[in-house]
């Protein structure tokens, strides 16, 4: 199994421009997530996503949309960027069974950098 | 909405020492996660905790989920240079992670 794949690993935008962040597990989870990483921070929630044709904001939604119309991809849209969309993204997927001991752990991705100027 | 807050920020540690550090939410949690960053990677999974009190070790690594299930804590002894990095835990689902503690260590 790859696990879960982010491309591309790097990427400079320009202000105003558009571009989607490519998201895919091989591990049939149910649950997606987008997350971003600002230098020296935590992780901020974007999207997530509980299954197929469901999606819902996080934390940090603005400026961002997502699609999920397959349980393996998890796209991330920037529409208009900006330089505050500079960040490290991560992409992740767990699997909630929702009965019994249920386990939370996400499988992140390798991460895109995205910098915006 | 849900905060957590680890504290400290920044450790630095001598190799052979041992360290704790330290996980606090402003709400209850159902659960509780630990995951360790390498500088330049992505966080990796440690363990979850979900019982009140729990406590599970990893060798040299010990998490602790505390009774209110409001805190928690990671203590390791006997500090590695492959310690190095950084320790969020996150709590819930909808993983609201803290900002993390940075461990550099010098041998």
């Known amino acids: 199994n790859a696990g879960v794949t982010q491309t591309p690993k790097f990427r400079i935008l320009k202000i105003g421009q558009s571009m989607t962040l490519q998201c895919a597990q091989d591990?049939?989870?149910?649950?997606m997530y987008w997350y971003r990483q600002d230098p020296g921070m935590g992780l901020k929630l974007i999207y997530y996503?509980?299954?197929?044709?469901?999606?819902d904001k996080g934390e940090v939604p603005n400026g961002y949309n997502v699609s999920r119309s397959t349980t393996e991809d998890f796209p991330l849209r920037l529409e208009l960027a900006a330089p505050s969309q500079t960040s490290v993204y991560f992409c992740?997927?767990?699997?909630?069974?929702?009965?019994?001991?249920?386990?939370?752990?996400?499988?992140f991705g390798p991460g895109t950098r995205l910098t915006v100027t | 909405g849900q905060q957590v807050m680890q504290i400290p920020q920044y450790q630095h540690v001598q190799e052979g020492e041992d360290f704790t550090t330290y996980c606090n939410s402003s709400?209850?949690?159902?659960?509780i996660q630990w995951y360790k960053q390498r500088p330049g990677g992505h966080p990796v999974f440690l363990i979850q905790?979900?019982?009140?009190?729990e406590v599970k070790k990893q060798k040299r690594l010990t998490f602790q989920f505390g009774e209110a299930k409001k805190n928690s804590s990671l203590h390791i002894t006997a500090t590695q240079t492959t310690d190095v990095g950084t320790y969020f835990c996150?709590?819930?689902?909808?993983?609201?992670f803290g900002a993390g503690t940075t461990v550099t260590v010098r041998a």
């Open positions: 992740a997927s767990s699997y909630f069974r929702g009965t019994g001991e249920t386990s939370y752990e996400q499988y």
């Open positions: 591990m049939n989870h149910n649950y």
């Open positions: 996503s509980v299954g197929a044709g469901i999606t």
């Open positions: 709400t209850t949690l159902s659960n």
């Open positions: 905790l979900v019982k009140s009190g």
């Open positions: 996150a709590g819930n689902y909808k993983l609201s």
